[in-house]
């Protein structure tokens, strides 16, 4: 799907430009300026994925433990950084930790035909 | 069994330099630092130490995953850690290390060490509050609230809180073979433990956890007082970091509480103020529900009186 960064359908949210996020790094947004990031895009193995940034251990506990570290070092899982549960970062699947068979809540993502970011909130 | 509090924990990190600099932004002081790890230290010389994942001078952790490696407590003087050593060797491994330290394993797969006290003592007097009526009083003209830049610094290693499969048993492990006290519980969680060389009123906390939560809650230092503590809590926030609870105030203990998310795959609290008991102190038992855990929680007001780009009545919202 191609939109453009004037005009989003509802409910898409421009994020930032697809290639300001490298392989193995993890960002947050707040785009609904609740004073803390809402969501999370990691890249792995070259897709994108965007994640509610609410871990299934605590509901709707925030995951990271500094802005926009959302991942382990190797930047090979996500990591809730409340109590080190880990999740794979393409599937979502907690694979280790307190949630061990629980996911993270997947949203949707598009590039526009300009390389922009949005996410469908 | 007179150990005095806890002297260090150990925890075994992917990413030193970050963790590094998550310590040292939380107010600890860098001793001995290097890319494999290091020492960060309170005003009392009681301290966080970490290390590379991969170091093989890791004791392992009591399930995969867990960051921390080692709990270590102080004891006074070295016929306790005799008696120590020769308590735990009646049913398990006891080593003595090169350093004189003890290393044994509780019975939730915790390691422990034991050592002679380092805490350095220092005077420094803890937050005060002016009262009416009151019998002391801040040295008139000395600021209640911390000004900007002001050093703040942590000043004590706390408490550790574990999640355990077998609280009954990681329980009787403490008080009966270590000399722990209860000095409250959480009815079907856990028991608040202080050893019987400390006044505090926890330096360990235990909760009853499933096997798969196994591992560490938080862990905290003594800040010296809630205005200090709170201060350096939002100077944590502004630098990034990502706060979890707080700020508020612990009912059981009464300690002013605020947790951070951390690298060490648990969370880290500020604490302060924290209740003293000694062994006349009854132990009350409450349930573990967020309403008997704060007494109160604080919430930061950007903008609280009408002026310039802010709505006429306020912003109370
Ligand atoms: S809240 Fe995420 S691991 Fe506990
Ligand atoms: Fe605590």
Known sequence: MATTRERAPAGWVRLCRADDIGE??????????EGQ?????????GQLHAWRNACPHVQG?????????????AGTRVVCHAHGAEFMPDSGLCVQGPCRGERLIRLEL???????????K | MKIVGLESL???????????????DYGLTAVDVSDRGGRFEAMDGTAVVIARQDDPALPPGPVPGCRLRKTVMGVADEATLGAIAAELRRDREVRRLPDGSVESIDDCGFVIGFQLTARRPFVLPGEISNAPGGVVFRPVNSLGVPPPGSVIRPRSLSHVVYF?????????????????????????????????????HHTHFLIGAPPHMHGVEHFTFHFGGPSEMITNGYRFVEKGYQAFWGPGRHILGSNWF???????????????????H????????????????????????????????IPENGDYA
């Not at chain 2, 006290?181 to 019987?196: E, N, Y």
């Open chain 1, 24 to 33: 193995g790094q993890s960002r947050g947004f707040d785009p609904d300026d």
């Open chain 1, 37 to 45: 990031d809402s969501l999370f895009v990691v890249r792995w193995q």
């Open chain 1, 61 to 73: 506990a925030p995951m990271a433990w500094r802005r926009d570290a959302y991942l382990n070092a």
């Open chain 1, 110 to 120: 598009v590039v526009d035909v300009d390389g922009e970011l949005f996410v469908n």
């Open chain 2, 10 to 24: 150990v925890f075994a990190v992917d990413d030193v330099r970050g963790a590094a600099r998550f310590l040292v």
């Open chain 2, 164 to 200: 355990v499969p077998d609280v009954m048993k990681a329980e009787a492990f403490y008080v009966n073979r270590l000399g722990f006290r209860c000095t409250d519980r959480f009815t079907g969680t856990g028991p608040f433990l202080q050893p019987a060389g400390s006044l505090d």
């Open chain 2, 258 to 276: 605020w947790y951070f998310n951390s690298p060490f795959g648990c969370h880290i609290e500020m604490d302060a103020d924290m209740d003293q």
């Open chain 2, 278 to 309: 000694d062994a006349s102190w009854q132990p009350r038992e409450a349930t573990a529900s967020a309403d008997n855990s704060q007494t109160f929680l604080l919430k930061m007001r950007k903008k609280w009186y009408p002026g310039p780009g």
